[in-house]
Each structure stands twice: as structure tokens, then as C-alpha cells.
């Protein structure tokens, strides 16, 4: 029975008893060398590669919304300003400074006859007009006009010393990306505007007191009786959305239309 013990240490106390205290050697842990079987590694490989997946798929959506999200949170504002821009200076055309008299037009361009008018120009993608636009006692010549997808803003001022128009900074772009800029116009066509004894509004009344003429080219006689534009401008997104499809377009593109109807408040006056 004391075979398997290691150490045996005899103490007594007091007499005649003796007591004996029997003491183990620690034992030591039987370690596996065996480590981990290929099938476990290659669970542990498949579940760290679903993981890894969920992860980037995750990365992947949440890119393509923040992407998707700052192209329409552009698009948006690209379109807002353009549009409020056009919409100041296009109701100021035809101010004018009491002091100036201006006789002649921008020489050189492509509406340039040799007389100064308030419209200058109304066509379906461009509208030149005159104005004090700045409010800083000068007058300017204001073009709009579309140009390789770019809405395009061009001004000259006039030069009260040398009688001459002046480039104003040149052609500057508002916008990007436009796809689309029409505009028609409303002419007073009644007795006391351009009378062309027609019915323009399709009542059977032909030039009935306040009737109108829808026109995207109104003649040059008509353009001094213009009383609204109707501006419409269509935008599209710089990058394509290939989870999306447009339903006109058939391609992968998001577009936004804005339309407005300007009044200019000095034309006819």
C-alpha cells in the first residue's frame, strides 16, 4: 500500500503514540500532440470567409449609397442655384439707368443686329436680354444659353467713356451635367401688344384684351411684348447607377427637371 507513495516523514508527539504523515509527488498533465485536424482548420477557414464576405458586401452597400447620396445631394443643389440665378437677372431685363443711353447691341455675336433692346434674344435654348443685373450703376448684356451639356452664363458691360461693350468676365458655367434647357415665352398679343389679329390661345377670340402667344421663337417685334418664360432644365447625375434603370431613357442614369415661369418686370413698360 506504501509502494506508490514518495515521501514518508515519521514525527511524534509526546510519548509512547507515533504518528506518520504519508506526502504525494505532484502529478504532471498528459499533453496531446496531436494540435488541430485538417477538417477543423478548414471549418474555421469557411467560417472566417463568411465573415470576411458579410463584411465587404457590407463596406460595398454602404459605398454605393453614400456615392448614390452625394450625386442627388449635387444634383439637387447644381439645379436650385442655376435656377434662382436665372430667375433674379431674367426678372431685371430691361432696367434701366436713367443716365445711359446705350443705341447699340454687342457687336460680333450671334444676335447681334446693331440695335439695343431688352430682349436681345428668345430662342428654345438661349435668351440674351439688358439690365443693370449687379445693381452697381453699369449696364450689362446678360446671354444664357446651353453649351456641350454645361449651362453657360456670358456678360459684357457697358463703357460709358469709350461707347463700347466689354467683355464682363467672359462665358462662366452654372451648371454640368444638363442634359436638357428649354424655355417658351408668353407674348401679349392683344390690340395693345403685338396684334396679329389671331387667336393665340385658342378661345375662337382673336385678340381679346390680355390674350397670349405660346412661342419658344418669338420675332423680333414680338420680343418687346414678352411678358413670362417658361424655363424648364433637366440634370443628370455625373456617374451611372447600374442597380438603376431609367424608364425613359433605358440607361442608368438619375435625372431631376425643374420648371419655373419668370415674369421679367421691365419689359413693355
Not at 457697358?158 to 461707347?163: A, K, L, N, Y
Not at 389679329?197 to 390674350?211: A, M, Q, R, T
Amino acid at each position: 500500500m506504501l509502494a506508490n507513495l514518495n515521501t514518508v516523514k515519521t514525527f511524534s508527539i509526546g510519548k509512547p503514540r507515533r504518528f506518520t504523515l504519508l506526502t504525494r509527488k505532484p502529478s504532471i498533465p498528459h499533453e496531446d500532440p496531436q494540435g488541430f485536424t485538417l477538417v477543423e482548420l478548414m471549418i474555421a477557414l469557411v467560417i472566417s470567409g463568411a465573415i470576411l464576405a458579410g463584411v465587404y458586401n457590407l463596406f460595398i452597400i454602404e459605398r454605393r449609397s453614400y456615392t448614390l447620396h452625394d450625386d442627388l445631394t449635387h444634383l439637387y443643389q447644381t439645379i436650385r442655384s442655376s435656377e434662382q440665378i436665372m430667375v433674379r437677372e431674367i426678372r431685371m431685363a430691361g432696367y434701366k439707368l436713367k443716365d445711359v443711353t446705350i443705341l447699340s447691341d454687342v457687336p460680333g455675336t450671334a444676335y447681334s443686329d446693331g440695335e439695343k433692346e431688352a430682349i436681345e434674344e428668345a430662342a428654345p435654348q438661349a435668351i440674351t436680354f439688358t439690365s443693370d443685373v449687379e445693381s452697381n450703376g453699369v449696364m450689362e448684356t446678360v446671354r444664357y444659353f446651353l453649351r456641350n451639356g454645361e449651362l453657360v452664363r456670358q456678360m459684357w458691360r457697358w463703357d460709358g467713356t469709350s461707347g463700347h461693350w466689354r467683355t464682363g468676365g467672359g462665358a462662366r458655367s452654372l451648371a454640368e451635367h444638363l442634359e436638357g434647357l428649354h424655355m417658351t415665352y408668353l407674348i401679349l398679343s392683344d390690340n395693345q401688344g403685338a396684334n396679329n389679329d389671331k387667336d393665340d390661345d385658342g378661345d375662337s377670340l382673336v385678340d381679346e384684351e390680355g390674350e397670349l402667344l405660346l412661342t419658344d421663337r418669338p420675332t423680333k417685334a414680338e420680343r418687346q411684348y414678352l411678358r413670362a418664360v417658361r424655363l424648364t432644365m433637366t440634370i443628370k447625375t455625373p456617374r451611372p447607377d447600374n442597380r438603376y434603370t431609367h424608364p425613359l431613357h433605358a440607361d442608368h442614369y438619375r435625372r431631376m427637371t425643374l420648371s419655373t415661369t419668370i415674369t421679367p418686370r421691365n419689359v413693355g413698360l
